[in-house]
């Protein structure tokens, strides 16, 4: 059974960078057809997606976020990363990692990770 | 302001059939994007219930189904159960937003 798991830091500083990782097992990270995304959840609020990213590093970010988002990935340690750079209040919120099926720009995400709180605060 | 509309809450008796809407454009479900719908319970992340339009994943029950017309989508759930209880989001691709996009999110209340 295929698991995710984010890990971050809870607090992060205005206008520093927020930085999760996002833990595969269970399955590989380099299998065709799979891309791995980020979704973000404002306390009580909708969904946003992030961006995504395929196991070679292409990634494809939300044009509202691209001027500050970077992913990556790292094959060896099966796992992906999200870095989010000068943050302010309106970036708390709980972030999951996902596996976007039939990705980049359609598709669905099919397995989720439980969620990483990060709360931009001084 | 969500690309995708939901009705922000529905309820439901025990039983009963209860339907959530999902209205978007010409640029998303006009467009003939897959619609999907996602469950999600108090704490915990979402699950997907519906992929492309009308599909369930195994492990749904077919008390869940899916269907799209035109620029909307409909999430209908019959025998209703308390376990239900949750909010449940509509999600599609965009192509002016470049990537997918979600509804608003409709909380559904068993009563």
């Known amino acids: 059974q295929l698991q995710l798991q984010e890990s971050g830091p809870g607090l992060v500083k205005p206008s520093e960078t927020l930085s999760l990782t996002c833990a595969v097992s269970g399955g590989s990270i380099t299998t065709n057809n799979y891309y791995w995304g980020w979704i973000r959840q404002p306390p009580g609020k909708g969904l946003e997606w992030i961006g995504t990213i395929f196991y070679s590093g292409t990634t494809y970010y939300s044009p509202t976020l691209r001027t500050r988002v970077t992913m990556s990935v790292d094959t060896s340690r099966n796992q992906f990363s999200l870095r989010l750079r000068s943050v302010t209040a309106a970036d708390t919120a709980l972030y999951f990692c996902a596996r976007h099926l039939d990705g980049p720009y359609g598709g669905f995400f099919n397995y989720w990770g439980q969620g990483n709180l990060v709360t931009v605060s001084s | 302001q969500s690309v995708l509309t939901q009705p922000p809450s529905v309820s439901g008796a025990p039983g009963q059939r209860v339907t959530i809407s999902c209205t978007g454009s010409s640029s998303n479900i006009g467009a003939g994007y897959d619609v999907q719908w996602y469950q999600q319970l108090p704490g915990t992340a979402p699950k997907i219930l519906i992929y492309a339009d009308d599909n369930r994943p195994s492990g749904v029950p077919d008390r869940f189904s899916g269907s799209k017309s035109g620029t909307s989508a409909s999430l209908a759930i019959t025998g209703l159960q308390a376990e239900d209880e949750a909010d449940y989001y509509c999600?599609?691709?965009?192509?002016?937003?470049?990537?997918?996009?979600f509804g608003g999110g409709t909380r559904l209340t068993v009563l």
């Open positions: 999600q599609a691709q965009d192509s002016s937003r470049g990537g997918p996009i």
